[in-house]
């Protein structure tokens, strides 16, 4: 079982951080701060499995993110590179060749497409087409709720315009 999953830039900024497993703030800030400095301390052509405690740490570096997956130490490591792996791929289908930008300015949709793929530190669909048909469906209703909105915000704006004007009508017939 996974226990967190961690994104950080090379400068060491955290990006994203999904926690499995319940840890008081105090113990994530430890994790986090420990994985930036053995991660960015690793040459790069080091291998991408460490032991860490009671866990393997994964990492694998993507352009200029460090994508870092703490799991149980007898997960299958290769299995877990692959599930990084897999997660790259969804972040690049979503947003074409997906950049340290994108997880900064849509982090939600990053932990969207990251729940939408991973439950409770545990793989919930393995089918990215599943996975991105999921995404899609999300968009678009999302899409049809910002339009719904406009149209009744534009409703109001009207009705409120039309009742501003009966009340001008009225005040100027009785000031006659």
Known sequence: MMRFMLL???????????????MSEREKKKIIRDMTTMVLARQPRSCNFMQWKDLKIVYKRYASLYFCLGVESQENELLALEII????????KYFGNVCELDIIFNFEK??????EFLMGGEIQETSKQIVNRSIEASDMLQEVRFTDMHAQMHLVKHCDLHLWCEHVTSVAWLSV
């Open 110 to 115: 990053a932990y969207f497409i990251l729940d």
């Open 8 to 22: 950080f830039s090379r400068q060491g900024k955290l990006r994203l951080q999904k926690w499995f497993t319940s």
């Open 85 to 92: 792996h897999r997660y790259v791929e969804l972040l690049d």
